[in-house]
């Protein structure tokens, strides 16, 4: 018996996933599976859920639009608000019952005769369907230290997407490597409960003032009763991210200023919390503003001069049994003893996640081993050619902005224009023709050459928006609203329909 053909297979039930959900049901396809590697559904907000977790991004702006949340308690609300909301969402677009959970996709194979996509789960199951969507997500694969002897640990290990609320901390001494935006929200918390903690850096990061306030009450019933004045305060939230990016990111070369205005910025609210010049030193990034993504915190300086919490420069060289060994430039040890071990070292982006499983296109083309031979590329972010029916939602170029769902709602766009022309001609397959992922290519790599990944000084800065050739090919270099103009308009030519 042939296995059932669903309209759509989409991988990941994060917010991305969900979106291009609501888009297909739109679009007119029910029979959609949503499979989910993880319990539930959220992605991101469902599977970090360390003490301090907070949105970076203004919650009326990091949401979608067509679903404003009137109730956010803050400005940058707390992670189990985001959570909820992704529950509410899944809710409203009654989206729960294509959702599989604990479903972990390990590959998927075009078929060219029968011009459908078979997933692989690693319970050994199959789905097979006509469309095949990957949103598994940027920061979904995280990255373990590869440090000498860290197995032989016999503290706790938590990393911080896998927090354990059962780790005992008070009392304790603890110890966290990283010190990237997740590290920036806990090592304040952590610095509350632990007898003592050890801040393992390598790379400092630029941090600012947070302007976080809670939303009022009466804020918040304007909001539900005028939906209207909240989608005012979305569209300044929006401009003012659009401006930071296209400032201090795309152009770069034109108005270097902006990034020297948030590095004075940002030095100052250092020197405001943090008197001992030789602790602000080390706490100085040596990199240009926006190399790496910045964060902001009004508790993270303050904390490292608490008499109880060190900052810890020097390499770390190993780890043993009971501690952390590290050795300084003339080759003197220290070690410090711990009883747990927090790992905030965030993510692999470029080996283990694009793609995130194997994807295998017309005549066994492999998906990760393209990128890696033909360079990193997807047309608009989103098509490969030799992948029909295919739509890569985190792919190379495809980040546009600062909130990620300006990237997720051009995307909707897009599949909108695509998959609306694919109903109109009645045909059966789409596929980007070579010569316009090539020219996306091109001028996306020209683009870039404005940018500060080009023109600033990144090289110590360690930052994931580079792969591992030195290419910044994870953010879209123009402005969200040349994204949402391109998902509106594109060629349709650029594709062929079959
Ligand atoms: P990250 O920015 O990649 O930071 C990882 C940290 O671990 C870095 O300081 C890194 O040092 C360090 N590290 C990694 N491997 C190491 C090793 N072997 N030895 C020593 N140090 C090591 O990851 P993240 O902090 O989880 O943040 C990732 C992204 O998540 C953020 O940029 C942000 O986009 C997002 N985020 C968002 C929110 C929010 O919205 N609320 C909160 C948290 C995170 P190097 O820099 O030297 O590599």
């Not at 598994?136 to 990255?143: A, I, M």
């Not at 909108?416 to 010569?435: N, P």
């Not at 103009?485 to 329909?497: E, I, M, Q, T, V």
Request: glycine content about 8%; some cysteine.
């Amino acid at each position: 018996m042939s296995e059932h053909v669903h309209d759509a297979i989409v991988v990941g039930a994060g917010f991305g996933g969900m979106g291009a959900a609501i888009q297909l049901r739109r679009l007119g396809y029910d029979d959609l599976v949503i499979l989910e590697r993880e319990s539930d559904l959220g992605g991101t907000w469902h599977v970090n859920r360390y003490p301090g977790l907070a949105v970076d991004i203004p919650s009326s702006t990091y949401s979608y639009s067509f679903a404003p949340n009137p109730h956010w308690t803050r400005l940058f609300a707390p992670g189990a608000e985001l959570k909820k909301y992704a529950e509410h969402v899944a809710d409203t677009y009654d989206l729960r019952r294509h959702m599989r959970f604990e479903a972990v996709v390990e590959q998927a194979h075009w078929d060219d005769a029968s011009q459908t996509w078979t997933v692989a789960l690693a319970d050994g199951s199959t789905s097979v369907a006509r469309f095949l969507l990957t949103a598994t997500g940027f920061l979904s694969q995280p990255k373990l230290p590869d440090i000498a002897g860290i197995d032989s640990f016999a503290g706790d290990v938590v990393h911080t997407t896998r927090w354990d609320d059962d780790v005992e901390l008070a009392g304790r001494r603890v110890g966290i490597i990283g010190t990237g935006a997740t590290a920036v929200q806990l090592i304040p918390e952590l610095a509350k409960v632990a007898d003592d903690l050890t801040v393992y850096q390598r790379t400092p990061i630029w941090v600012s003032a947070k302007p976080d306030l809670p939303v009022p009450r009466v804020v918040r019933r304007a909001f539900a009763a005028v939906p209207l004045t909240q989608r005012a305060v979305r569209l300044g939230g929006t401009a003012i991210l659009e401006a930071m990016m296209v400032s201090a990111v795309l152009h770069y070369d034109q108005v270097p200023v902006v990034n020297a205005v948030a590095e004075r910025a940002c030095r100052a609210h250092l020197r405001r919390q943090v008197k001992d010049p030789e602790l602000r030193r080390k706490l100085t990034p040596d990199y240009t503003f926006g190399c790496k993504r910045p964060t902001f915190s009004n508790t993270y300086y303050p904390t490292f001069t608490r008499p109880h919490v060190h900052l810890e420069t020097d390499p770390i060289d190993h780890v043993d049994g009971t501690g952390i060994v590290t050795r300084d430039a003339g080759g003197q040890e220290r070690r410090t003893e711990l009883d747990v071990l927090v790992l905030a070292t965030g993510f692999d982006l470029w080996e283990a996640n694009f793609p995130a499983i194997r994807v295998v296109g017309r005549g066994g083309l492999d998906l990760g081993r393209w990128w890696r031979e033909r360079r990193f590329q997807a047309y608009e972010g989103i098509a490969v050619p030799g992948f029909p029916n295919f739509i890569s939602l985190n792919s190379p170029y495809s980040y546009s902005g600062l909130s990620y769902f300006t990237t997720i709602e051009s995307q909707m766009r897009h599949m909108d224009r695509l998959l609306g022309e694919l109903q109109r001609r009645d045909a059966g397959t789409f596929e980007v023709s070579e010569q316009a992922n090539a020219q996306f290519l091109e001028d996306m790599t020209a683009k870039v050459e404005h940018s500060i990944f080009t023109l600033g000084s990144c090289a110590s800065a360690n930052s994931y928006y580079f792969n591992q050739h030195g290419e910044a090919t994870l953010l879209r270099p123009t402005s969200t609203l040349n994204a949402y103009r391109a998902a509106s308009s594109f060629p349709l030519d650029d594709y062929a329909f079959a």
